[in-house]
């Protein structure tokens, strides 16, 4: 596509319940990042994905979190046993090669998380 | 391990008034450093970079930034605020043993009064 695009752009779920937030690069970039925005902060770097390499899951806050990226494409970020402490933005990016100062990074808009 | 200071969570201008944000970084190399801005409800967009070369790197938008490595710094500048500046900016650095990675500061919001 044109762009990253991520769905949902806003989620409102229970404490306790599980969701799945959803990445869609753009077409041909095989790296494929997600980052945590919470209030006040910065960015947090959560996994990073580089074709069919081995993750880079050093960001991820616990166990309750996990991610997979199906085909070099799309990244699923599932949250488990959500807690409130889990609400912000989260942040996808994809880019050409996993050389950041070559190309930078493209985000999508992102999904603000709420668990209420 | 490398981390970003941004100095100040907001900053207020006049319209037509000098924009300085403020970004020093923790490195024992000389990194990459990034500035990117956030419109509301909009993802973040590259404004400038430096990698190696001239220490003046022009971006986007008439923004520019200098990198100083005596002081560690990489503050973004521009000559004359426009309303349409207002954002949040992110400055951002990439450690040199972690090519993918950006390491975030906190944001800096930019206010542009009339």
């Known amino acids: 596509g044109a762009g990253v695009s991520q769905s949902p752009s806003n989620k409102v779920t229970e404490k306790g319940k599980d969701v799945e937030l959803r990445c869609d690069p753009i077409s041909g970039h095989t790296a494929l990042y997600w980052y945590r925005q919470s209030l006040g902060q910065g960015l947090e770097f959560l996994i990073y994905?580089?074709?069919?390499?081995?993750?880079?899951k050093s960001g991820l806050p616990s166990d309750r979190f996990s991610a997979e990226r199906t085909g070099g494409s799309v990244s699923t970020l599932t949250i488990q046993r959500t807690q409130q402490e889990d609400s912000a933005v989260y942040l996808c990016?994809?880019?050409?090669?996993?050389?950041?100062?070559?190309?930078?990074?493209?985000f999508g808009s992102g999904t603000r998380l709420t668990v209420v | 391990a490398q981390s970003v200071t941004q100095l100040g969570s907001h900053v207020s201008v006049s319209e037509g008034a000098l924009v300085l944000l403020r970004c020093n970084y923790s490195s024992s190399v000389p990194p990459y450093l990034f500035w990117y801005v956030q419109y509301p409800n909009q993802g973040l967009q590259l404004l400038l970079k430096y990698t190696t070369g001239a220490t003046l790197v022009k971006g986007i938008n008439g923004f520019e930034a200098e990198f100083k490595k005596s002081e560690t710094s990489f503050h973004l500048t521009k000559p004359s605020a426009h309303m349409s500046d207002a954002a949040e900016y992110f400055c951002a650095v990439s450690p040199m043993d972690s090519s993918y990675k950006l390491i975030f500061g906190s944001g800096t919001r930019l206010l542009v009064r009339p």
């Open positions: 994905f580089q074709g069919n390499s081995a993750p880079d």
């Open positions: 990016a994809s880019s050409l090669e996993d050389r950041v100062f070559n190309y930078g990074y493209t």
